[in-house]
């Protein structure tokens, strides 16, 4: 169980970074997980190519949750092209807990609204 | 950790322990803990006797049905007719005619409304169901308005987790063509008083369907008693096998409705012209059937009818009303849905603000199965301004000791979560 | 009885005689007599290894999938979308988002016919089908046209059984909006050229529907190579269990489509006022689905594809080659449909005038299952102005011992019944 | 196989009594078995509520046609109650041989037919 609910993933679920809204964001995307109803928004500044600011928001588990603040931690400064080839793997590697197929929609609805929002990928990361 | 400890008021059963031993599943370890299952509202388990069953089929007997006219395809055809005959006595329907076989409660609702709804419906008409219903109940009426033209009402609930018989009074009206409602809440556990609803839609000229997908496996049906128009239900929730469902439906409507799926079987000519439709029930059952998974419905049937569903579920009542007692004194532990005396065996709470994922994976870690989310019941949750609730649900094989394994592991649940 | 004889010319098999061991219900007498099954094209057996990956399941593994985040769901949704990982490579199929789970090739059609159709049809559109077609390509279409007002077409056949391509040129043309064909007719055996015909729907804008319930089992099949925009088939014919059958179909189509089936697991959101449908394959898959058959369809793909389509065509095809030959000698007999060099394993025909029940009866009383009458696909047996033909049928387990036997019991058939 | 195919039954369908058509027939009722294809027309004069002259036509097995054969010659003279009360277990005991449930709708086909006939009756006979 421990090993499940790690310290550092209630950590960012107790304490979410970068939790709230950008004033005028450049991108903003939203979108629910059909299995559970769990909700990310994402919004994001862009700059050149980059991104410069990020922010979400959105209500579900400690692993939807955490998961979405420990991306936001990373994204800041990636180009877009770079946010294309995050995968399925770059998350379960962030939350570093192995993680079932029904669980794995929780942790991967952040990455895919970051990447609907950024190139209208509806699906599923693989 | 398993035993019955129940002081039943049924006489003449067997106890708990002998049930066990007819679920092999059941006798697992997950993550170090002996397995608690508590999630039969989403789907039971099997006895032996319905995995016998299937597999002495496909090693002995299997061929098409219907249409074959050597011993196997003559052997498989009775066995799956025979199957067809259990269930209609299971429910007292007057005729087999009137139990159709389909996928699941799912395809037998959407069946009611695309057949049924496409003849009967037209702007103007009224299509009565409820908040309380699973999804599918609700969006098969959502397509078939839309198609039709027809309008879509719900009955809304009490605080309570009750239908709101008022509100029913004014919605209920010579507009309504059809009512649909859940015979038991799957969510909030909630046993509606079906023979009164459904003589509610009739005094105004409506058919009642009733989604039993919950009540079937645990409460004694009798559809004639009931006077159901439609009764649909789902072999999966009932010691069945996946794959299997039923449609029953009152002769004369099911005579008069055009054909749903088009294909083998359901015709009885076919020209390039046109086709004319076979009798029931093969009318509504296009193609290959699901015979195998037929034939473990029928077990699973004769399984429950050999325990009894007056013992089933009184069996389910006392544990449900212990586990309602204990949950109560969890502090911060929230119970959707009546109390128990108006319940079936389930119970969807919320703990605090800990989210429901988190509470279900918290007692997995300890061996628990409970289901967390909307349990495709999204207007219920809606409702209650929450988006999810964590379900524990009681069956045959379950027993209070595991109550007490929940309680347990919902306190640290709590202490994992609480900051 | 049996052995396997043949000379064959592929390398590497597994003999015959060890594909028997795998099934179990073929070692059994009827009437006295070894059981010689020869209906697989209306049903196929199931090996053990089917029956055991389908027992093992819900001895260790049931539970509902996608919703539950327990052990036991997190494993069973595995096991599920496993299985379609295993269909999908078996077809060759992009995506597994394209493998639609429904309960056979007559629903698979049905979905197609009644979302796309809705979707895509109009009066003045037509719709085109061949005379060759199963019931379950003929009835959804029919049923469809009525409600959209478009034109249902045959592609006519000619006296050898094969599709009428001068007449095909000409019916296909820019109204047609949609071609659905076999890619093996189940009672004529003709193997139609599924790549030419999709190339030939796409010349003039139409898409491609291919019954493929015949072609899966025993041709290698690839989606992409044939370019079909959606594709047929029905696990109970491929060695897998009964309740579960499969439609492809291209992605940007499935996704333009609207939902068919309303219910759980099909939606991404259900409020009240509507609902948002989920992504593929979901939006398709309304309810609980089959699971534990999607498990057994999974094993019998391994199956087969360690066999090696290309050997189970191979072998097939030299047992139908010699029954071919022996049948033609027994006098009054008549074969349907093409020589053997353009026709899957499978023969159908008429003994004189011996009602084909009679003959079905008659091979029964001697161990040899057959099947006899229209086999859902009356307009070609209009066609020839007959009403029934009885149809042996080959697969892997069959062996040309027993096409001996079928002909000595054809030949005592011709005495009860000569006058 | 001596046992299904009895004599008797080979002979009323090699030799089928009532085979033909009924000038001003009273009752003409055809209808087709959806499984197989079997067809039987069946034609009756009607006197003072009895049977006093029948006709078959069809195409089918042998047990169909024996059957229709075996019922035209017992059912002349029935009152048209006697025929609603004819079961399944009249035509199984006419024909003599066990039947299992599909290849039954074949040697059910003729009293159907005739039920529907006289009484409207659509439904396989029980
Ligand atoms: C060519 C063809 N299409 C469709 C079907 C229908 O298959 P199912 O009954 O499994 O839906 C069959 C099976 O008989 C068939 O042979
Ligand atoms: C009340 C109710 N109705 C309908 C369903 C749908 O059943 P199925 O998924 O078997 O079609 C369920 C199952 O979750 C249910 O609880």
Redesign the pocket.
Known sequence: MDDFYRENILDHYRHPRHKGHLEDPDIHYHDVNPFCGDEITIELKVKDGRIVGVAFDGSGCAISQASASMLTEEIVGMTLDEIRKLDKDYVTELLGIPIGPVRLKCALLPLKVLKAGVWGLEEWPE | MISATLNRKVTSMPTVTNILDDFPILHQEVHGHPLVYLDSTASSQKPVQVLEAMDHYYRTTHA?VHRGIHTLSEAATTAYEDARRRVARFINAPSTKQVIFTRNTTESLNLVAYSWGRANLAPGDEVLITEMEHHSNIVPWQLICEITGATLRYVPITPQGELDYDALGQLLNERTKVFAFTAMSNVLGTINPVAELVAQAHAVGAIAVVDGAQSVPHLSTDVQALDADFLAFSSHKMLGPTGIGVLYGKKEILQAMPPFLG???MIREVKMSGSRWNDLPYKFE???PAIADAIGLGAAVDYLTQLGLDWISEYEHQIMTYAWEQLQQIEGLRILGPGPERRGGLLSFVLGDIHPHDVAAVLDMQGIAVRAGHHCAQPIHDHYHISATTRASFYIYNTTDEVDLLVTALNKAKSIFSF
């Open positions: 098409n294909g083998g079987d296009a193609g290959t």
